[in-house]
């Protein structure tokens, strides 16, 4: 079972393209026609609107194209940066739940090492809240319950607790380890894991459908791996037998209606699976990001991108809200969670 045999429709795009591609539509309104701000991605975005080229047009009128996050109805746009020492920058109408904004530091009292690492946070599935996990093992539980930690003691030596799914139900989370473990608390049931196989990448992303039936685990090397009801559309390897990506892959994000996925490479190009279509990439606008990307995740009708010196990409139809991009970030980014619902 290398990269699972069930591959057909196997629509591979390698999107060498894009940031957020801007709607032409909107050239001919001004500003006060349109009569509030405009972000890069919005329909009323065009680049005429946007003098100094910071995704933001319009920029002297009110911010009322963005509505307040409603966590009972899921609306709203915004997204959270957490950097490797716990430090978390969040964005738009995301809000900190619990946390002092501060780094954790050894990452808490409960943490297995003092020189543990964040790689993940992800969110509830109300916005309310988030998970963190770190690579001694630790989940750090804000505004959701903690359903408990890795005992690193039943781990190999050299594997880490790598990326982590919530349920949809808030009420357990899998954690994932670099060799592909599958670890479950709470109501999170196992349905799979690559243990029995010797991977060509270490497992560096997951996600779980959302109905909790099934999931994703990603090697760096573009490597696919479905469980349950996750369905298998292709990956890196199979398209690219034998070559050896310069750029690993570092972020994985299921289409809306499940027939496909999309990929990151560390330099923002991206590989399209199923009915995954074309949203943008970077290199195809010529941008080469500073610092690598190191996560993707679904925001909207598309995706959003993360650069581990906090720069934002987004290729979807929802506001850009900030970045820090450009900023002396005192620890790199590794990993973004967006609110749900956006």
């Given at each position: 079972?290398?990269?699972?045999?069930?591959?057909?429709?196997?629509?591979?795009?390698?999107?060498?393209?894009?940031?957020?591609?801007?709607?032409?539509?909107?050239?001919?309104?001004?500003?006060?026609?349109?009569?509030?701000?405009?972000?890069?991605?919005?329909?009323?975005?065009?680049?005429?609107?946007?003098?100094?080229?910071?995704?933001?047009?319009?920029?002297?009128?009110?911010?009322?194209?963005?509505?307040?996050?409603?966590?009972?109805?899921?609306?709203?746009?915004?997204?959270?940066?957490?950097?490797?020492?716990?430090?978390?920058?969040?964005?738009?109408?995301?809000?900190?739940?619990?946390?002092?904004?501060?780094?954790?530091?050894?990452?808490?009292?409960?943490?297995?090492?003092?020189?543990?690492?964040?790689?993940?946070?992800?969110?509830?599935?109300?916005?309310?809240?988030?998970?963190v996990l770190d690579d001694s093992g630790t989940v750090h539980a804000y505004g959701v319950p903690q359903l408990g930690s890795v005992d690193m003691a039943t781990l190999d030596a050299d594997e880490k607790p790598s990326t982590m799914s919530p349920t949809p139900g808030d009420d357990g989370y899998w954690v994932f380890t670099s060799k592909g473990r599958v670890l479950t608390f709470g109501t999170a049931t196992p349905m799979g894991d690559l243990t029995a196989f010797t991977l060509d990448g270490p497992i560096i992303d997951s996600v779980a459908l959302p109905d909790g039936?099934?999931?994703?685990?990603?090697?760096?090397?573009?490597?696919?791996?479905?469980?349950?009801?996750?369905?298998?559309?292709?990956?890196?390897?199979?398209?690219?037998?034998?070559?050896?990506?310069?750029?690993?892959?570092?972020?994985?994000?299921?289409?809306?209606?499940?027939?496909?996925?999309?990929?990151?490479?560390?330099?923002?190009?991206?590989?399209?699976?199923?009915?995954?279509?074309?949203?943008?990439?970077?290199?195809?606008?010529?941008?080469?990001?500073?610092?690598?990307?190191?996560?993707?995740?679904?925001?909207?009708?598309?995706?959003?991108?993360?650069?581990?010196?906090?720069?934002?990409?987004?290729?979807?139809?929802?506001?850009?809200?900030?970045?820090?991009?450009?900023?002396?970030?005192?620890?790199?980014?590794?990993?973004?969670?967006?609110?749900?619902?956006?």
């Amino acid at each position: 079972m290398r990269h699972r045999a069930k591959v057909l429709l196997v629509s591979v795009v390698v999107l060498v393209a894009s940031v957020v591609v801007p709607a032409t539509g909107a050239a001919a309104a001004t500003c006060a026609e349109i009569g509030h701000k405009v972000f890069v991605g919005d329909s009323d975005y065009a680049p005429n609107l946007d003098a100094d080229g910071d995704g933001v047009g319009c920029e002297s009128f009110p911010d009322t194209s963005r509505p307040t996050y409603d966590s009972t109805t899921g609306t709203g746009a915004g997204y959270w940066m957490i950097d490797e020492i716990g430090r978390l920058y969040p964005f738009g109408d995301a809000q900190r739940s619990g946390d002092p904004g501060e780094p954790l530091g050894s990452l808490g009292p409960d943490a297995n090492s003092a020189t543990a690492r964040v790689v993940k946070v992800v969110s509830s599935s109300d916005g309310s809240g988030y998970w963190v996990l770190d690579d001694s093992g630790t989940v750090h539980a804000y505004g959701v319950p903690q359903l408990g930690s890795v005992d690193m003691a039943t781990l190999d030596a050299d594997e880490k607790p790598s990326t982590m799914s919530p349920t949809p139900g808030d009420d357990g989370y899998w954690v994932f380890t670099s060799k592909g473990r599958v670890l479950t608390f709470g109501t999170a049931t196992p349905m799979g894991d690559l243990t029995a196989f010797t991977l060509d990448g270490p497992i560096i992303d997951s996600v779980a459908l959302p109905d909790g039936s099934g999931y994703y685990m990603l090697g760096s090397d573009g490597g696919v791996f479905a469980f349950g009801n996750a369905k298998f559309w292709g990956s890196v390897p199979q398209v690219l037998p034998g070559v050896m990506l310069d750029c690993p892959v570092g972020g994985i994000v299921p289409t809306s209606t499940l027939q496909g996925y999309w990929m990151v490479a560390c330099d923002g190009g991206v590989f399209a699976f199923g009915d995954a279509g074309f949203r943008g990439s970077l290199p195809g606008l010529g941008v080469t990001p500073v610092q690598p990307v190191v996560g993707m995740v679904r925001n909207g009708s598309g995706y959003l991108m993360v650069a581990s010196d906090g720069g934002i990409f987004n290729f979807s139809d929802q506001p850009f809200v900030g970045s820090l991009g450009g900023l002396q970030v005192p620890s790199p980014i590794v990993s973004v969670a967006v609110l749900p619902g956006a």
